[in-house]
C-alpha cells in the first residue's frame, strides 16, 4: 500500500518545517508543502478551480499551518479561504493549526479580537472535553492530560464572554448560537486581573471532516499527549476517506514540494541542465582567473607546545600581522577560570589566518549580478558575473569548496585547515529572505567578504599546542613556508620571554580612547517609543517576538598612516548629518587592533574576532556561536536568549536561576528554539533535528546567559555532486533567527519599518569559516563594533579628503528580544547594559 500523502499550506511562518517534520514522522505520510499565495494558484486566473481541486485530488488530508497575521485579512490567509468553501465532490480532510484554526472558526460564524495578553512562546494546561461530554470523532479521546505551547495574540470570540460563570462548565461543550456548525473540544482559562479570559483551543466542524487546534503541536515543549491528538485526527481522516470511498489521485504528481531545500549543488546542476545557451561556469572557465585557484593541493602542518605566556595576540604580531588585512577567531575566554559546578564556557581553539593580502579574496554586495574576486598575485578585484545558467552566490561557494573538498588527516584535532574565513552582513540575509534593501546603499560596502586561507595557525587552548598549516602546491618550489614561519616564532625574544608583559596592553592602551570624540547614543525614549511599536505589531497577531535593535555612532580622529591597511575611498555618506570640527583628527588614536586587545581583556568570549577585510573593520567579543557543521555533516546551533548581569545581586549561578527561570526569558528562548528547528529541518529533513539541551543556564565573564542547542544531521547524497553541505545550512539560517524574532521573514519585515530602514552592517550578522573537509563554524555578531573606511564623520556625504578635517565612524550595535511581556523600561536598560561592554573603550557612558 502506498504511504499516505498530506498537503500542508504554508502561510509564511517559521514554524512550517517543524509541524511537516511532526506529520511525517508521527504519520509516516508524505508531506508536500504549498505556500497560500502560490501563483499557480491564483483565485482570479480562469483555471482557478479546476486547477486547485486536481491538486487537491492528490492528497489524503490537508493541514492549514499557522501564520501571522489576521484570519480575517485575505492576504494572510490566501487559499486557505479555498479550502472551507470546497463542495461535497472535492471536500477532504483538514486540519487547522493556529491561524488555520482561527480562518475555519472564522469562515463559520466566529468573529477575531485581541487577548487582553498575547501569549507568545507560553505553556499552558489544555482543558478538554471530559469523557462525559464526548463526542463524535473527538480527536482528544483518551488522550492524557498534557501541557502546550501557545503563540497567539488574538483569539476566535464566539460569544463565550456571554456567558455566566455560573452556567460556563456546561455550555462550554455546547455550540455557540454564532456558530452553530462548530463543536467546541478545548479550551485554556488564563487567569487576568479582570478575571478569568476564556481562550478557545480547539473544534470540529459538526457536519465537514474539518477539525482545528489553537496551541502549536510541533513545539519542542508541547508534551507528547498533544501530539497523540494529532495521530487521532489522521485515523478520523482515514475513516472519513474510507466511509467516503474517497482515494487520493496517484496517475499524476501534485505541483506542492517538500519542505526540504534542494541542495544547492543540486539546484546548481538542475540550472545548468536546464539552461541549453550556457552550461560552462565561468569562473571554472579555463580563461578564468579563478579556474586554478587552490587546485591540486596538498595539506601540511606541524605542531608545536606553546609556551604558557604567549597568546592569541602575541602570535600576530611576531609575525607582522597586526596591519593590513587580517582575520582572527579568537577564543579569548580560554583562560577564564570556571566556577566549580558550571557549564565550560570557554572556547578551545582559536584560528589566524596569514597572508590574507595576498590570498584569494572574493566579496559580494546583496542584489547584485555578479561578486568581485581578487586573486593570488594582483591588487585589484575583478568581476565574476553570476550567470543564471549556473547559479548564485551560495551555488558558487558551494562549487567552489566541493572542488576543494578533502579529508582530515587522521588524529588531526585541528578544526580548521584551511578554507573560506569572512563574514556575512545581516542585509545578506534579508535578501535571500526576499526583501527588499534601500536603494541608497553605499556599493563599497559588501554584504559577504570572505578570504580564501591557504596558511594559518591554529591555537588548542585545551592542549597548550600550536598548529602551523599550509595548503600548499603538491610540488612545491622554493624554502618550506612552515619551517620559516616556526623558525620566526622561535626566534622572537617575545616567545623565549618568561613575563608576561607582551600580553598585557600597554598603560596608554588600557585608556578609555575617547579623546577627542564625538559619542551619539539611541535616545531613550525614542528606544522606549520603538518597543511599544513593537508590541502594537505583536498583539495584532503580526508577529511573535522582534528583535529590536538601535546603534551608537562613536566618531573620533582617524588614525592616518601607511599602516592603516587600506586605500581612500571616494565614496561616504556620513552619519545623521552631525558635522565633526575641523580639529578632531589631530589627536593621536587608537589602533582598530589595540581596540581588539582591550576589548578581550574587558570582555573575554569563546567567539571574539578581528577582521580587517577591504574597506571594513570589525572587533567582536561574541558569546554566542551561530551554527556548526561537523565533517560527518552532524550541524548545530545555540540560540541564546535570556540575559543577567553579575553583580551585587546576581553573583552565582543559582541568583541567575531565580532571574532567568520566568515565562518571559524562557519564552524569549523558545520561541527562537523553534524557529533554528525549523531552519535546520528545512536543510536536513523530518525527523533529523534534535533539541538536546533545552533552556540551559551558563556562565560568562560578566553575563549568565539561557542557551539552547539544536542538532541536525544533514542526509547522506545519493549522489556527490548533490551532496548537502555546511553552506546550504548557513544559507538557509540567515539572518540568525535570535537576532530577527519569529516569524522570522514577516518580523524583518516589521522591524525594517521600526528601525527606519537603518542598515544594521555586519552587526547582527555572522563570523566564521567554511573549511576544506566540510567542517564550518558561525558566531552571531553581538557584543561588537565596526567602521567602514568609506564613512567620514565629516558628514558630507562624499568625502575623498581623508585629511586632518575628517574622522572616523564606529558603529556599536545591540538590542534585545520585544515579546507582549516587555516593558519599555526593561528592553530600554538591557539595550544599555550589553552596550557596555564595547562602549568601555571609548570612556563608557555618561
Not at 257 to 266: A, G, K
Request: proline fraction near 5%; hydrophobic fraction near 35%.
Amino acid at each position: 500500500m502506498s504511504r499516505y500523502r498530506i498537503l500542508f499550506l504554508d502561510a509564511y511562518d517559521s514554524f512550517t518545517n517543524n509541524i511537516v517534520s511532526l506529520l511525517a514522522t508521527l504519520l509516516d505520510a508524505d508531506v508536500k508543502v504549498l505556500r497560500i499565495d502560490e501563483a499557480r494558484f491564483n483565485p482570479r486566473l480562469p483555471s482557478f478551480k479546476d486547477d486547485w481541486h486536481h491538486e487537491l485530488a492528490h492528497f489524503d488530508a490537508l493541514v492549514c499551518g499557522p501564520g501571522p497575521g489576521s484570519p480575517v485579512n485575505d492576504k494572510d490567509v490566501g487559499l486557505m479561504r479555498h479550502v472551507w468553501d470546497l463542495g461535497d465532490e472535492h471536500i477532504l480532510p483538514v486540519l487547522g493549526i493556529c491561524l488555520g484554526f482561527q480562518s475555519l472558526l472564522c469562515t463559520f460564524g466566529a468573529d477575531i479580537r485581541q487577548l487582553r495578553q498575547g501569549l507568545h512562546g507560553m505553556i499552558r494546561s489544555i482543558g478538554y472535553r471530559p469523557a462525559s461530554e464526548s463526542v463524535q470523532s473527538d480527536i482528544f479521546a483518551e488522550v492524557s492530560p498534557f501541557r502546550a505551547t501557545l503563540y497567539h495574540s488574538l483569539c476566535v470570540n464566539v460569544g463565550q464572554d456571554d456567558i455566566p460563570s455560573s452556567e460556563w462548565a456546561t455550555a462550554m461543550w455546547q455550540r455557540f448560537e454564532r456558530c452553530p456548525d462548530i463543536v467546541p473540544l478545548a479550551w485554556v482559562e488564563e487567569p487576568r486581573e479582570e478575571g478569568i479570559e476564556r481562550i478557545f483551543m480547539a473544534a470540529k466542524h459538526a457536519e465537514k471532516p474539518f477539525w482545528g487546534l489553537q496551541y502549536h503541536p510541533e513545539s519542542v515543549c508541547t508534551e507528547a499527549a498533544g501530539q497523540k491528538v494529532i495521530q487521532n485526527w489522521f485515523k478520523e481522516a482515514v475513516r472519513w476517506n474510507e466511509r467516503r470511498g474517497r482515494r487520493a489521485l496517484t496517475s499524476s504528481e501534485p505541483f506542492a514540494r517538500l519542505c526540504v531545500t534542494p541542495s544547492q549543488l543540486d539546484m546548481m546542476a538542475s540550472t545548468r541542465a536546464q539552461n541549453t545557451l550556457s552550461n560552462t561556469k565561468e569562473y571554472m572557465n579555463g580563461a578564468s582567473a579563478l579556474a586554478g585557484v587552490g587546485l591540486d593541493f596538498d595539506f601540511a602542518s606541524r605542531t608545536v607546545k606553546l609556551p604558557s605566556h604567549i597568546k592569541v595576540p602575541d602570535l600576530v604580531e611576531m609575525l607582522g600581522g597586526s596591519e593590513g588585512d587580517q582575520v582572527v577567531l579568537d577564543s579569548s575566554n580560554c583562560d577564564v577560570k570556571i566556577p566549580h559546578g558550571t557549564a565550560d564556557v570557554r572556547g578551545r581553539h582559536s584560528i589566524i589566518a596569514l597572508d590574507v593580502s595576498q590570498s584569494l579574496q572574493f566579496r559580494y554586495r546583496a542584489g547584485d549580478d555578479h561578486l568581485e574576486a581578487k586573486v593570488p598575485g594582483k591588487d585589484t578585484f575583478h568581476k565574476v558575473h553570476l550567470d543564471p545558467s549556473w547559479g548564485n552566490l551560495w551555488q558558487f561557494v558551494s562549487d567552489f569548496l566541493g572542488q576543494r573538498r578533502i579529508s582530515a588527516p587522521e588524529g588531526s584535532d585541528s578544526p580548521f585547515l584551511g578554507g573560506f574565513m569572512g563574514y556575512v552582513s545581516y542585509e545578506m540575509g534579508l535578501h535571500d529572505l526576499g526583501i527588499a534593501l534601500s536603494s541608497d546603499r553605499s556599493p563599497h560596502r559588501p554584504d559577504v567578504h570572505w578570504v580564501w586561507v591557504t596558511r594559518s595557525l591554529v591555537v588548542n587552548h585545551v592542549t597548550g599546542t600550536l598548529h602551523v598549516q599550509e595548503l600548499r602546491p603538491k610540488s612545491p618550489q622554493g624554502e618550506d613556508w612552515i619551517t620559516g614561519v616556526l623558525d620566526r616564532l622561535h626566534g622572537s625574544a617575545r616567545w623565549k620571554g618568561t613575563t608576561k608583559t607582551h600580553n598585557r596592553i600597554s598603560p596608554q592602551e588600557g585608556k578609555a580612547d575617547n579623546h577627542g570624540s564625538r559619542i551619539t547614543f539611541p535616545s531613550k525614549a525614542e528606544y522606549k517609543a520603538k518597543v511599544k511599536e513593537c508590541q502594537d505589531y505583536i498583539a495584532k497577531g503580526e508577529s511573535y517576538e522582534l528583535c529590536l535593535t538601535d546603534k551608537v555612532f562613536v566618531r573620533r580622529p582617524r588614525k592616518l598612516s601607511n599602516t592603516d591597511g587600506h586605500t581612500p575611498v571616494a565614496q561616504g555618506n556620513g552619519v545623521d548629518g552631525i558635522k565633526i570640527r575641523g580639529d578632531i583628527a589631530s589627536q593621536e588614536v587608537e589602533s582598530p587592533w589595540s581596540l581588539y586587545k582591550r576589548l578581550r581583556i574587558r570582555q573575554p568570549a569563546p567567539f571574539g574576532s578581528f577582521i580587517r577585510l577591504g574597506t571594513a573593520t570589525f572587533v567582536s567579543s561574541s558569546p554566542e556561536r551561530f551554527l556548526s557543521c561537523s565533517r560527518d555533516g552532524t550541524c548545530a546551533m545555540h540560540p541564546m536568549k535570556g540575559t543577567a548581569k553579575k553583580g551585587d545581586a546576581v553573583r552565582t549561578l543559582a541568583d541567575a536561576e531565580k532571574l532567568l527561570r520566568i515565562p518571559k526569558e524562557e519564552a524569549e528562548n523558545l520561541m527562537i528554539v523553534d524557529l533554528v528547528r525549523h531552519d535546520l529541518h528545512g536543510v536536513c529533513g523530518p525527523g533529523r533535528v534534535t533539541v538536546p539541551h533545552l533552556l540551559k543556564i551558563e556562565e560568562y565573564a560578566s553575563v549568565f546567559q539561557m542557551i539552547t542547542v539544536v542538532k541536525g544531521q544533514l542526509p547522506a547524497p545519493q549522489v556527490e555532486e548533490a551532496r548537502y553541505t555546511a553552506i546550504d545550512v548557513l544559507s538557509a539560517s540567515l539572518p540568525p533567527g535570535s537576532m530577527t524574532g519569529a516569524p522570522k521573514r514577516r518580523s524583518c519585515e516589521i522591524l525594517q519599518r521600526i528601525e527606519r530602514g537603518r542598515e544594521r552592517g555586519i552587526y547582527s550578522g555572522v563570523v566564521g569559516y567554511a573549511d576544506v573537509t566540510g567542517k564550518s563554524d558561525w558566531s552571531v555578531n553581538i557584543r561588537c563594533l565596526f567602521r567602514y573606511d568609506d564613512e567620514c564623520a565629516c558628514g558630507q556625504g562624499a568625502c575623498a579628503r581623508r585629511t586632518d578635517v575628517c574622522g572616523e565612524v564606529w558603529h556599536v550595535g545591540a538590542g534585545g528580544a520585544v515579546t507582549t511581556l516587555s516593558t519599555a523600561e526593561g528592553e530600554c536598560d538591557e539595550m544599555f547594559t550589553k552596550l557596555e561592554g564595547s562602549m568601555g573603550l571609548f570612556g563608557g557612558f555618561h
